[in-house]
């Protein structure tokens, strides 16, 4: 039948694939799209949310998304932590994403002072640290610190928490190619005397 015809799974497969995008162009579109705010220079939950569906379009629009979601990886975080518990539990599985990419020189002082880390990825899919242009230093060690203020004695807490955010610092510096932008103002703590020295 005409239908039949029409809707044929066969002629639907052998149609040319759409042509794609240059990385470049995706880049500067995701860009706009996780741009801040005119109002507070911050960029919104609907940004970040425009950005986790373009990663599932294809591999190609996954690099560029995960690109710019993983170059300012903690702005979204200080605005909402506040009001959302979720974006407190969405930046620790942040760090613990990072803690993953350390290789085993940096990965055995930690485990030998008995602090827990995530298996180690050593296939990651993107290189993770390197798309880092922008780094919230307070947040990270926020995000450390409630990571550890469970799983550990209040003794060997502050040793700990300096000893993954230092293995973090150096993580960075090995991999970002340029940061653009740091920021060091503490959370809701001071961190200053421990952290800032």
């Not at 500067?28 to 609907?46: A, K, N, T």
């Not at 190609?60 to 979601?69: F, I, P």
């Not at 055995?108 to 640290?129: A, D, S, T, V």
């Amino acid at each position: 039948s005409i239908i039949t015809k029409k809707f044929s799974p066969t002629r639907f497969l052998n149609r040319k694939p759409a042509p794609e995008l240059v990385d470049d162009v995706l880049e500067q579109i995701f860009w706009i799209l996780s741009e801040p705010s005119e109002d507070d220079g911050v960029p919104g939950l609907q940004a970040y949310t425009n950005l986790f569906r373009c990663m599932l379009v294809n591999k190609s629009w996954c690099a560029s998304a995960v690109t710019m979601l993983h170059r300012h990886p903690w702005r979204l975080h200080r605005l909402y932590t506040l009001r959302t518990t979720d974006l407190a539990y969405d930046r620790c599985q942040l760090v613990k994403l990072y803690l993953t990419m350390l290789d085993r020189d940096e990965r055995k002082p930690l485990l030998e002072k008995g602090i827990e880390l995530p298996e180690p990825n050593h296939n990651p899919m993107f290189n993770y640290p390197a798309f880092v242009k922008y780094l919230d230093y307070g947040v990270m060690v926020s995000s450390v610190w409630t990571i550890y203020s469970t799983s550990c004695y209040t003794y060997d807490q502050n040793e700990w928490v300096s000893l993954v955010v230092r293995a973090l610092l150096r993580l960075f510096a090995y991999h970002t190619r340029r940061l653009q932008w740091l920021r060091c103002a503490p959370m809701s703590f001071s961190f200053d005397e421990m952290y800032y020295s």
